[in-house]
C-alpha cells in the first residue's frame, strides 16, 4: 500500500510543478516582459540601433554650410643695415667725393587679424541625397535586426522557462522515485527475511535504488544549469512557475500561409533586403564622384599692422568655383565595379535569407505536428505504464512475478512520465518557435502590458540636429 500511495503522490508532485499556483507564481508572460525589458543583448542592439540614427544627420551635413572662423596675433620686426654714400667737399663747398657710411633700421609692429569663411556647396553629383538615402536604409536594416534579436531573446526566455518547468518537474519524478524504490528495497529485503525472494532480488533491488539515485542527481544538476540559463537571459531567479500555454492562436492555420507569412514579414529577410538597398545606392555615391562639383566660399577678414607701414586692412570675397574630374588614377572606376560587386553579394544574402526563413517556417511547423502527436502518445504511454505496474505488483505478491519484473515495470512509468513532462514543454517552445520563424514573435502581437521600445522617437529627435553634442537621453 505504501508503494501505490507514493506512486500517487509522485505523480501530485509533478502536477503541482507543472501547474503551480497562480497566486504566488512567475507566469511565462512574465517572464517575457522582464526579458524584454532586462535583456542586455536587446539593450545593446536597441544602442547600436541609436548610433546607427545618427548617419542620418551626418549624410544631412552635405546639404549644409561650413563656416569657420580665425584668429592670429603676434609680434614682428625687421632689422635693416644699409650702406649710404656721405659726401665729401672741398673749401670751397664743391663735393669732389663720397665717403661709404652704414646705417641701421630696426622696426617692430604687432599684426593681427581675424575673419571667417563660408562655403557651400552647391552640386556633388547627387552624393548627399544618395547617402542620405542610404543612411536612412542603414536604420532600416538596424531596426529590423533589432527585431531579430528580440524575437530571438523572447523564444530564449520562453525556452528558457519552460525549460525550468521542466526539469524541476523531472528532479520531482526522479526524487519520488528513489522514495518508491527506497520502499521497495525495504519490501524486498522483509520477504527475503522470511524466505519469500532470494538474495538475487534484494541485490535487483539495491541495484535500482543506487540508479535511480544518480538519475536524480543528473536531473538536479539539469535543474541547477536551466535556472542559470533562466537568469542569464530573463535577468531574475526564477520563482514558483506557472504553467506555460502555447501560443497557436497566433499563428497562421496552415503550411502554407505560414511559409508565405515567414518570407514576408521575416526580420532576418527585411534587414536582407534593406541590405540591398545600401548596396546600390553606394553604387549611386561612387559614380557621383564621375560629377563635376559646384561650391561657393565666401571669405572676409579684417587685419591690423600687418606690416610696419599699413594701419589697417579689410580683404573680404565670394568666390564659385567649378571642379571636373577628368582623371584620378582609375580609383573612382575600381569602386564603383567593387560596389556593383556587392550589390550582387547582397541580392544572394537576400536569397538565403528567404530559403531559411522557409525552412525554420517548415522545421518549426514540423517540430510542433511531432510535439502534439508526442503528448498524445505520451499521455496513453503513462496511462498503459500505470496499469501494467499495478497488475505486476498484484502478480508479484501471488509469486507469478518477480521483484525485476516489478523494478521494470516502476522504471517503465518513470520514463512515460518524463516523456510526458518533455512533450509538454516541446509543445508549448515549438508553438514559439514558429511564431518567431514567421517574423511575429513581438511584445505587440502576444498582447503582454509593457511600454514599448520605439526607434522612431530617437530617429526623430536626432535627425535634423545641426549642433549639440548630448545626446537625446543627456549623456
Request: aromatic fraction near 6%; include cysteine; charged fraction near 20%.
Amino acid at each position: 500500500m505504501y508503494v501505490k500511495r507514493a506512486g500517487f503522490r509522485m505523480v501530485a508532485a509533478a502536477a503541482y510543478v507543472m501547474a503551480g499556483t497562480a497566486a504566488s507564481a512567475d507566469s511565462l508572460e512574465m517572464a517575457l516582459v522582464q526579458a524584454y525589458q532586462n535583456n542586455p543583448q536587446v539593450n545593446a542592439q536597441r544602442a547600436l540601433v541609436r548610433a546607427t540614427d545618427e548617419n542620418v544627420p551626418q549624410a544631412l551635413a552635405g546639404y549644409r554650410p561650413r563656416i569657420s572662423g580665425t584668429y592670429n596675433y603676434g609680434v614682428a620686426w625687421t632689422d635693416t643695415v644699409n650702406e649710404i654714400q656721405v659726401p665729401v667737399r672741398n673749401q670751397a663747398g664743391l663735393t669732389i667725393g663720397g665717403v661709404g657710411q652704414r646705417g641701421r633700421d630696426v622696426s617692430r609692429f604687432y599684426p593681427a587679424a581675424y575673419g571667417g569663411t563660408v562655403s557651400q556647396t552647391i552640386f556633388n553629383g547627387f552624393q548627399t541625397g544618395n547617402r542620405t538615402r542610404q543612411a536612412e536604409a542603414q536604420v532600416f536594416s538596424a531596426r529590423e535586426t533589432l527585431r531579430v534579436i528580440e524575437q530571438t531573446v523572447l523564444l530564449d526566455a520562453a525556452t528558457a522557462y519552460m525549460n525550468v518547468l521542466r526539469d524541476s518537474a523531472i528532479y520531482d519524478l526522479q526524487k519520488r522515485n528513489v522514495e518508491v524504490l527506497q520502499e521497495q528495497l525495504r519490501q524486498t529485503r522483509d520477504r527475503f527475511n522470511v524466505g519469500e525472494v532470494t538474495r538475487t532480488d534484494v541485490a535487483q533491488a539495491e541495484s535500482r535504488v543506487a540508479a535511480g539515485q544518480s538519475q536524480m542527481l543528473t536531473a538536479q544538476a539539469n535543474l541547477t544549469t536551466s535556472r542559470a540559463i533562466y537568469r542569464r537571459v530573463i535577468g531574475l531567479d526564477p520563482g514558483k512557475l506557472i504553467a506555460g500555454s502555447p501560443v497557436d492562436r497566433f499563428s497562421p492555420r496552415s503550411l502554407d500561409l505560414a511559409v508565405a507569412q515567414g518570407q514576408a514579414e521575416s526580420p532576418s529577410v527585411n534587414a536582407a533586403e534593406y541590405g540591398v538597398d545600401v548596396a546600390q545606392l553606394q553604387v549611386k555615391v561612387n559614380e557621383g564622384s564621375l560629377y563635376p562639383t559646384v561650391t561657393v566660399t565666401g571669405s572676409a577678414q579684417q587685419q591690423y599692422h600687418p606690416n610696419d607701414s599699413t594701419l589697417r586692412n579689410m580683404n573680404a570675397s565670394v568666390v564659385g568655383q567649378l571642379t571636373v574630374p577628368i582623371y584620378q588614377g582609375g580609383s573612382e572606376y575600381a569602386l564603383i565595379r567593387q560596389a556593383k560587386e556587392t550589390v550582387g553579394q547582397r541580392r544572394l544574402e537576400l536569397a538565403i535569407n528567404r530559403d531559411q526563413a522557409r525552412a525554420n517556417v517548415v522545421q518549426a511547423w514540423g517540430q510542433l505536428d511531432a510535439a502534439k502527436a508526442q503528448i498524445d502518445a505520451t499521455k496513453s504511454q503513462v496511462t498503459a505504464a500505470e496499469i501494467a505496474l499495478n497488475g505486476v505488483r498484484e502478480e508479484a505478491r501471488v509469486g507469478q512475478r518477480t521483484t525485476l519484473d516489478v523494478l521494470n515495470a516502476q522504471q517503465e512509468l518513470v520514463n512515460a512520465r518524463v516523456a510526458l513532462v518533455t512533450a509538454q514543454r516541446d509543445r508549448v517552445v515549438a508553438s514559439y518557435a514558429l511564431l518567431a520563424a514567421c517574423g511575429r514573435l513581438s511584445i505587440p502581437v502576444l498582447g503582454l502590458q509593457v511600454p514599448l521600445y520605439d526607434p522612431m522617437i530617437h530617429y526623430q529627435q536626432v535627425r535634423d540636429s545641426w549642433i549639440g553634442i548630448r545626446t537625446p537621453d543627456g549623456r
